[in-house]
Structure formats: C-alpha cells, structure tokens
C-alpha cells in the first residue's frame, strides 16, 4: 500500500488504543494542524482511523503574550531589575528602575500595578522596595504563558488562567478538537507495509523552479470544509442605488447639478414661488440656521423680480399672493428641505450662467427635514431632482419621461394623480405598485414649474420637474424595513455587509 | 396636508347620489383629489386633499364639486343675496395689526347636530389653512337673536369693530362662567391662553361690540351670550385679519357652505373711515386663457367648443372673445388660437394664473386619460466633475478593503467636539468672561487659521434643532466613522470603513459664511491597526490620483501623541492621520485599536 507522507505520518503517530488528538500528532510530526486534519479526513475515508470531533475551550497567547512570553513579563523585568539594584535592602527611585528595566509607554504602568498586586515588593512615593521572599522564578502567570505555549494549560489553576485573559495576554476561543484512533484496519495496512508516496501540502516557487511538481502528488484538501467569513470592501447599498439613478438618468440626457446644502430661503422658497407665510416655512418644517444666520449676497434685480411675482403676479392677470414678502427672510439661512434650490440657480444662470432651451438636469442629493426620526422618516434624505427645460411642453411629455424613468426600476403601473404644489401647475403625485407587497404607494411629486416661477428667473419656454426620495426607491429595491439602517451612523454594519447587491 | 372629516350619508344627500355605494363615492373623490384616509371613532369618513382648494373643506363644498363631476351642476354659480340690514362699523381704534374686517348675515338655516359640527368643522379648517392659523384670518360665527344693533350711537342695526386696552371691558367668553376681561382671557382661559401668541404684539386688542356691549374678542374667542346653538336659524358672521381679500374669500367659503344648506345670505356694509364695501364679496372675477396655451399644456387638439365644455363642467365658465397670435391651422381638428374669457366664482382662492385654469380643465378632461409621451428632445447627460472625483475615490477605497459608508451630515455637538478630545470654538467664546475677551473670541469664532486642527472649526447651528443629537453641521467625518464603530462592536473585526461625505465649517470670506466641502474619513479598526497600516492605505489612494503625499509630525488632541501627521498633498495641507487617542477609544466603548485619516477631497483632484 502507498500514502501520501502525511497520511503515513499520521497513521503511524495515531494509536489503536489510545485517543490521540491532532494537537499531539503535530507535536510528534511537526507538520501544520491543518495539514494532519486533511490527511486525518482522507484516512477516515479509506476507513484507516476514526475520528472524533469535540468542541473545546482552548486558550491562546495573545500578540502581546507571546512578546512577554520571549522578553519576561514586565513586573518580573522590573523585580530583577531592583534586586539588582538592591531594593531588597533599601528602597530605590523608581525611576531609575524603570529605566533600567528597559521598560516604556504603556508596559510601565503595568509593571507597576502588577508588581504591586503579587507582591513582588511595594511602591511608595517615587521610591520602590523589592520583597526578598518572592520568587520570579515561580510566577505562576509566566509558568501559564509557557504552559499555554507548549499547548497544555489543563494543568493551571483555572484563576490563573482567568488573570492572563483579564491582562489580555490570552484569549479563549472555541475550537474543535479532533481525536484519531487507529481502525482495525489501519492497524492491518500497518502490518503489512506501507510505503511513503511523495507529496507536498503547498505549491513553492522552488517546486515550480526547479520542476520538482513534476514528480511530488499534491495533498488534498477538505474542499467541502466552510472557509474564513471576508467582508471585503463594498460600495454602500444607499449609495449603489444613487449611482444606479445617477446612471439612467445620464443615459436619458441628464447633466448633474451641484450646489450649497445651507442656502438663502430665497432660493430654498422664494424663488420656487413659496409664500412666506406658507405652513412649511414655520420654523418647525426648516432646519433654520442661527450661525450663520443669514447670505451676504442675493442677486438683486432678481430678488426684485422675485418679490414683485410674489405680491403683484406674473402676466396681465396674474394674482399674487396677499401674503407678507420681506427680503429679510428670503435673506435668512437654512439647509435646504429640498434640491429644487438648485434647479432655481441653475434656472436663473446664476449657477452656470443662462441656459437656452433645451436642457435636462438632475441631481441625487441630501436634503434636510426637521422632523422626527423613525422607521420611515430621516431627517436627511437623498432626493432625486430632475428637470427638463423645452419650449411647448406639455404634460404627456411629463409622464412619458416618468414612465420611461420608472421601467427603468421595474414600475410599469405608474399612476397620476392631480395634485397640488405651490411651485408647480399642474401637478402629479406619482403612484406605482410595491413589487413585493403589492401596496400602491407615492414615489414621487411632479409638474410644470408655474409662470410665476419660471418668468421672473428669466425663463421664457417650459420646464417640467419632479422629486423623488432616493430612499423610498432604495427601500424598494433592497426590502430594507427600517430606513435607518440604510442611512446614518445607527447604521448596522451586519446589514450592511450582506445587503443583496442591486445592479 | 388638509383632512377633513365627513358623513357618506350628508355627501349623498348633498349630491343627489343616494344610489351611490361608498367605495363608488371613493372612487370618485379619489379622482377629484381626495383621498380616503380611514373612518374616525365617531363613524365619519376622513379625507385628505392637497391644500388648494379650501373650498372642499366641508361636506357641502365637497358636495358641489362632486356635482360638477358628475354633470348635475355646470358653470358657476353665485348664491342670491339680500340687500343689507346690518352694518359693521370699523372705528378709528382698531389694533393696526388687525386693521380688516368683513362679513355676511345668514338667514333660514336648519343646523341639525351634523350640520352644526359640519359648520364649525369648516370653520376650524379654514383658521388652520388660509387664516394661518388665525393670525392672517379668524371666523366668528354668532346668534343673530342674540344681537342688538345701534351700537353706533345709530338707529340703525349695527356692530361696531375697535380696539381696546387688555382691561378696558369684560365679558363672559365662551366656556367660562365669570366676566372677564380679554387680557384676563388672554392669562386665565384656556383658549385665550393657546391663542395669545397671535395678538402677543397688538398694542391694543380687538374688539367687537352691539349695543349692549362687547360680544367678540377676536381672533381668540367669542361671547357666552351669542353662541351658536342648534335652533339657531340667522346668523351674524364677521372675519377679521391682516387682509381684506383673505378674509373675504374665507366668507364666500363659508356662505357658499350655508347657502348649500338652505340659508338666505344676507349682505352687510363694512364701514372703513375712508371707505364702504358690501359683503360677502360674491363678485366673480375673469382671467384670459389662450386656446393655444391649454393644447399645449395638455398635449392634445382641443375644439374650442371641448374647452367651454370643460371650463363649465370644472364650475367655471368660458367665452371666446377674441383671437390670439399664431395657432391659425385648424387643420387637427383645433380651434387656432381663440382667446376665451373665464369666469371664477368667488370661493375659489387658488386661481392665480392662466396654469391653474388648465390644470381645471385637465382634471375635468381626465388626465389619466392622456397618452404618456416621450419629450421629443434631445440632450447629452453627464455628470459633475466632484460626483465623478467622488465616485472614483470611493471605487479605490473600496479596492483597499473599506466599507462604504453614509452617514449623517448633521450632528451632536458633544460628538463633532468633545468625544473626539477637541473643544468646541464656540464653547471657548461662551466661556470668556470679561467683556474684551468675549469681543475678541467672537471676532475669531468660525476663523479657523493654522493652528485650528483638522475638525475644530465653528459649526454651522441649526436655530431649534427637535434633538441636539443633530445640532450642527459636522466640521469632519472621523466622529460619524467614530459613532458607527461605538454602535457595530457586536460586529466582527475588522471594521475598515470609510466615508466620502460633506462637512462645512463657518468662514465669513463665503456669500453664506459656511465653507462646505467633500471630505475623505477612514478608520482601521482592528487589533493590529498601526498608523503604518493607515499610512500604506492613504500613500496607496494619493499613488493612485497621482498626487504627492507628505505627513510630517503633528499635534491633534484626537490622536496619540507622536503618531499623529499633518497630511500634505503637493505640498498644501489637506488632512490628518494617525492612531486614535485611547481616550477617544474609551469614550466610544472601543477595544480594538483604530487607526485613521481624514483628507479633503478637492486634495486629490
């Protein structure tokens, strides 16, 4: 008969009688613990030994132990150092000790408190006196940090082994302890002879050189055996879902906007012809800034314009609002409650000067609500903005380009209702069916900006706009329950780590 | 959004529809805009609607615009008025802040329990929506019976509206039992003291008053005396406000809700020093719409005949009377470019423009009936030049093995600040006391200079956050990594995480005194993270934007002393890296070393 090295090796450590475990068999052979599981599990299979699994506690030396376990645990360092020194007789400066005793940063303060705690001598204002009766030489911690090194802690008092965990300097894991027996039929194969075939566990740049790999077998691995968890870097789900958005919306000839997240209410409400004693401008809705409180600079002429539209109306018979106007508000900070802010500086030319029709634009951006924060409200979310200026728009080109945007998700039912916004005339809510719950529910706001906001911007041909919470669409895509978890610093990372990714 | 609560039964009645089920009623409304919300304890159906047309905020204005849908009404209609008997006078004294008044007299109304509780429903919606909640507008609603003109001085029936001092006169409001004056109703009565706010200013408080004395203090509350009871039959309405034409179009609401009912309107004189009005204001006003206008906002050919349909089926009414330019073809069946005159009933507050009439026409048309249509346009998308920079970072981020993340621009100051082992600039200006001191430190306050570490700038503050865990805007991004990795150690290690976000700090040289940029934060969480670690990752992003990487030794209070550097980008600093100072580890529950680095995003264009 013919076995891998390994596999012989292990056959021949392993005892009919007595269980051995792998731990042992790589002590005795020298080979890595995972190499011997392998060739353990392929002699199982040819029915050569029996193995038998076991969940074990075991302990380990941590980074830090295994540097203790080489240099001496520091409150030994510094014991030897005063004996030295002859601190068994007459205090010493500590300082000099430490010194000394070679010992910085943190490893001084816990040669101090160790030192003091097993009572390797006393520390009393700056001055350090050494017991003669203790023994270094007897610490029952650096006897643990040795004895779990050489792989058998059952002989240490529990209490001893607690305190190196407690100090960091081992760590307790789970692991499963595997134990070989030889079978009767091991037993026989050994008998009668068996012959060492050459393998080897790794590929090595010298088997490849030297062409050795033509002659060695290569030992097999427990391919079925679970691997290591890798998380790997990824893309944050909310944020795919943005740049999916980002990149149908660019495909259907959107240019992105990009502009302040604290703006003037001017161009927040004012501009998009918001009364100023519209409910939503109550110092409730706004996330109102005290410092800084208010722009230095609005462009006046259009502040004019803006004002007059406001109170007297755009076109012959048009009606303003019968509503308060004072430029001291529309001077007034806040983060905008959406990014219709930037479509009107973007409109006005004041963005990236004046913009002949046609035009497309859109952003994917934080907009800031002061609200509650719950299951289903953020108080900054990601809005989807889009617009599309042309002469002679009409709605049905508005809801072909909503329609051809949603397929895009997969919503195919898309609804209109009529609606009302103070910015736009007409106006939809935009309905559609929940793919998985089959609800019909609002994803998103739309229609044709009102004359009284395009005119006084100085647009003079048609522009139609809609708005759309970025995570609304995402919490469709991704079956997120909770909008927090897809959003801000409660973030779970668990859910983060295993969200399908959409594409 | 406005909800209003209504009875099928009344909606049926009102309408004419009594063969109607309730999910065809819904149906219907759904339609018109109103959306069924629920049933309330008290069996009423509730119903919610876009805040423009205040009209529908009673079962009887729902009523009128379901007739107008189902083609019982068509075109407008004014409800008959009676000559004026009653006049109310509006006196020198009125607060200047409440300068406006006007009013109606209803006469022949049958309140039943539903109809009373319909009326005082419209009346409480119409405060919360175009009154603003009573400061721009307030309603009282008074029993007639109850009333004695003359208060004058004159023979005549009239009611007089005027200022007074808080203890000038008594009365006896509403739900109380005692005389009291409206200062004490303003302190003591519960009523008085939810709606003291609106009149928190007035130097004088309004006031109105019969011949026997004071029965109204509006817009707080009314008298005992005249309170509205079910076998009330006329009734004495008056609104004051901060505009004459809210409050007017507030009163046509109500009348046309009253009228529906059966009641007699009965006009009144309001009588400025310097002028008179009749009211309620029933006068039906015109606007201009171009033919060519609707077909183009609606997309479809229209005969001008379709139009007039529409108009009068939406209780508007049209006449073509005149042309246009352009149109002229009629070859698709349109009408060239006619230009129609449209009549508006005076409850409808929300036509501002010719857009709202189409979007009448619209709904009237149906528009999902409409075709959807793909813009014929063409334009040629992209994206700006931060989103792409952006995107390209995070992709090589992600290549070194960090988790994306996203987190909140908003913050807790003790976050941003203090939990990071940084002192918030502005609690350093608070906390000097001398008065030169204080100057000094506000001069300076938001002027982060050299030696500001990286995140100490001045926050921009949010007037009155819900919660001050997001206060201020973040000046930095390692707190939000931060807080993410106090709230994931139940997750398993390592947690490499990074974060492309928006910080912004005060700076007075920007138009809205905040500097806001893009920042790049990384942290290595695990039990061998080094400031080498975190140095290989950065060096590896900067080889990557082809940028030159310095990081000379500096201090940061956030980080270990001596493993901190300044992050220099050719040659400008951008940034900080280094170990995470225990303290800070402590401070967010952490057992694992963390390494990290923050650097502007621009740095690396």
């Known amino acids: 008969m013919q076995l891998p090295e390994v596999q012989l090796a292990v056959l021949e450590a392993a005892s009919a009688t007595e269980k051995r475990t792998i731990a042992q068999l790589a002590a005795e052979t020298g080979e890595e613990t995972t190499t011997l599981t392998g060739a353990a599990f392929d002699l199982a299979e040819e029915g050569l030994i029996e193995i038998e699994e076991r969940e074990k506690d075991s302990l380990e030396l941590t980074p830090e132990g295994r540097t203790y376990r080489e240099e001496g645990l520091p409150e030994l360092r510094l014991y030897r150092v005063a004996k030295e020194a002859g601190a068994t007789e007459t205090a010493a400066s500590m300082g000099e000790v430490i010194g000394a005793a070679d010992l910085k940063g943190k490893a001084v303060d816990i040669a101090l408190s160790n030192f003091a705690r097993k009572e390797y001598g006393k520390i ?23 004895a779990i090194a050489a792989g058998g802690a059952g002989d240490v008092a529990p209490p001893v082994l607690d305190r190196l965990v407690e100090r960091g300097l081992a760590e307790r894991s789970q692991r499963t302890e595997r134990a070989v027996t030889l079978t009767e039929e091991g037993v026989t194969a050994l008998m009668e002879g068996i012959e060492a075939a050459d393998t080897v566990g790794r590929l090595t740049p010298e088997l490849l050189a030297s062409g050795e790999w033509h002659d060695v077998e290569f030992r097999t691995y427990d391919v079925e055996a679970d ?8 893309t944050h789900v909310l944020r795919e879902t943005a740049e999916r958005v980002k990149d149908v919306l660019i495909g259907m000839g959107f240019e992105e906007m990009d502009g302040p997240h604290a703006d003037a209410d001017f161009w927040i409400n004012d501009a998009l012809f918001m009364p100023q004693d519209h409910p939503a401008r109550t110092h409730w809705d706004r996330f109102a800034l005290s410092e800084p409180a208010e722009i230095d600079d609005l462009p006046e002429e259009l502040v004019e314009r803006v004002e007059n539209a406001h109170r007297e109306g755009v076109g012959e018979d048009g009606e303003g609002y019968h509503s308060p106007w004072s430029a001291e508000f529309a001077r007034q900070l806040a983060l905008r409650g959406h990014t219709t802010s930037l479509s009107m500086r973007y409109l006005s030319g004041e963005a990236i000067g004046d913009l002949e029709p046609p ?12 609200d509650t924060l719950d299951a289903t409200h953020l108080l900054e979310f990601f809005q989807i903005e889009g617009w599309v200026m042309a002469e002679d728009l009409s709605v049905r080109d508005l809801m072909g380009t909503f329609t051809e945007f949603y397929e895009r998700f997969g919503i195919t039912d898309i609804e209109f209702k009529p609606h009302y916004n103070p910015y736009t005339e007409p106006s939809f809510e935009l309905f559609g069916t929940h793919p998985v719950t089959g609800e019909l529910i609002e994803i998103g706001n739309s229609g044709l900006f009102r004359d009284e906001v395009l005119r006084p911007l100085g647009v003079e041909c048609d522009v139609m706009a809609w708005g759309l919470a970025l995570e609304r669409l995402a919490m469709l895509t991704t079956g997120a329950e909770d909008i927090r978890d897809l959003h801000g610093t409660l973030a779970d990372l668990d859910f983060l780590r295993n969200a399908e990714v959409s594409y | 959004m406005p909800v209003v609560d209504i009875d099928f039964e009344e909606l049926r009645r009102l309408t004419g529809q009594e063969e109607k089920s309730d999910e065809e009623l819904k149906t219907d409304l759904f339609a018109l805009g109103l959306e069924y919300e629920g049933e309330t304890e008290e069996g009423l159906q509730q119903l919610e609607f876009a805040p423009d047309r205040l009209d529908r905020l009673s079962v009887e204005g729902i009523a009128r615009s379901l007739r107008y849908q189902y083609g019982e009404d068509r075109g407008v209609y004014v409800p008959r008025t009676n000559s004026p008997d009653w006049r109310y006078e509006v006196q020198e004294s009125v607060p200047e802040e409440r300068p406006y008044v006007t009013g109606a007299i209803a006469r022949g109304v049958n309140l039943d329990e539903a109809a009373l509780d319909s009326l005082i429903q419209l009346q409480e919606k119409l405060h919360a929506t175009m009154g603003r909640d009573r400061v721009k507008g307030a309603i009282g609603i008074h029993d007639l019976i109850m009333l004695k003109g ?11 509206y005027r200022g007074v001092e808080p203890e000038e006169d008594t009365f006896v409001p509403l739900d109380a039992d005692a005389e009291l004056s409206p200062g004490e109703v303003l302190s003591e009565h519960p009523t008085g003291q939810e709606y003291a706010p609106v009149v928190g200013d007035y130097e004088r408080l309004p006031a109105i008053y019969d011949e026997i004395g004071l029965f109204s ?11 509205l009871e079910i076998d009330s039959t006329d009734l004495l309405i008056e609104l004051t406000g901060t505009d004459q034409w809210t409050i007017d179009r507030m009163g046509a609401i109500l009348c046309y809700a009253l009228a529906a009912r059966g009641a007699t309107i009965e006009e009144v004189v309001v009588e400025y020093p310097d002028r008179e009005l009749i009211r309620p204001d029933f006068g039906v006003e015109t606007k201009r719409l171009a033919h060519e206008r609707v077909e183009t906002v609606l997309g479809i050919a229209l005969a001008s005949e379709d139009v007039i349909d529409l108009a009068e ?39 501002l423009g010719p857009l709202d009439l189409i ?15 793909y813009p014929d346009v063409s334009t040629v998308g992209g994206r700006h030049e931060r989103s792409r920079l952006g995107r390209k970072v995070r992709e090589t981020l992600v290549g070194l093995g960090f988790e994306d993340l996203l987190d909140f621009h908003l913050i807790a100051e003790r976050e941003n600040y203090d939990r990071m082992g940084l002192t918030s600039p502005d609690a350093a200006v608070g906390g000097a006391d001398d008065e030169a001191g204080a100057e000094n430190a506000t001069d300076e306050a938001g002027e982060a200079d050299a030696t500001t570490p990286l995140g100490g700038a001045a926050p921009a503050r949010i007037r009155e956050p819900y919660s001050e865990d997001y206060g201020i805007l973040r000046t930095w991004a390692l707190p939000s990594l931060m807080m ?35 920042t790049v934060g990384a942290v290595l969480a695990r039990t061998d993270a080094s400031y080498e670690a975190a140095k290989s990752r950065l060096a590896a992003l900067c080889r990557a934007f082809g940028v030159e990487l310095e990081t000379p030794p500096t201090d940061h209070p956030s980080f270990i002393d001596g493993r901190a550097a300044e992050v220099r980008i050719d040659g400008a600093p951008a940034g900080v890296i280094g170990e995470i100072h225990p303290e800070v580890l402590i401070e967010h529950d952490l057992e694992v070393p963390v390494a990290a680095f923050e650097v502007g995003l621009d740095a690396l264009r």
Do not use: C
């Open chain 2, 359 to 373: 979007d009448d026409l619209g709904r009237a048309y149906g528009f999902n009936d409409l075709e959807p249509h």
């Open chain 2, 313 to 351: 089926r939406s209780g508007l009414d049209a006449e073509v009377t005149g042309s246009g330019e352009g149109g002229g073809s009629d070859e698709d069946g349109s009408a060239g470019n006619p230009i129609y005159e449209v009549s508006i009933p005076p409850y409808r507050q929300d036509v």
């Open chain 1, 359 to 370: 035009q497309r634009y859109f952003s994917v951006e934080k907009v800031y609500r002061n």
């Open chain 1, 124 to 146: 009393d204002s700056g001055e350090l006196s050494a017991n003669a009766e203790a023994d270094p030489d007897a610490d029952e911690e650096a006897g643990a940090i040795e």
């Open chain 2, 150 to 160: 003359g208060a004058a001085g004159s023979e005549d029936n009239s009611i007089e």
């Open chain 2, 217 to 227: 203090f509006p817009p707080v509350i009314n008298g005992r005396r005249t309170e």
């Open chain 2, 484 to 518: 993410v990795l106090e709230n994931n150690t139940h997750r398993p290690y390592p947690q490499d995480l990074a974060e492309i976000g928006l910080a912004a700090g005060r700076d007075d040289s920007e138009n809205t005194g905040l500097a806001e940029f893009r």
């Open chain 1, 227 to 234: 691997a290591d968890r890798t998380y790997g870097g990824r």
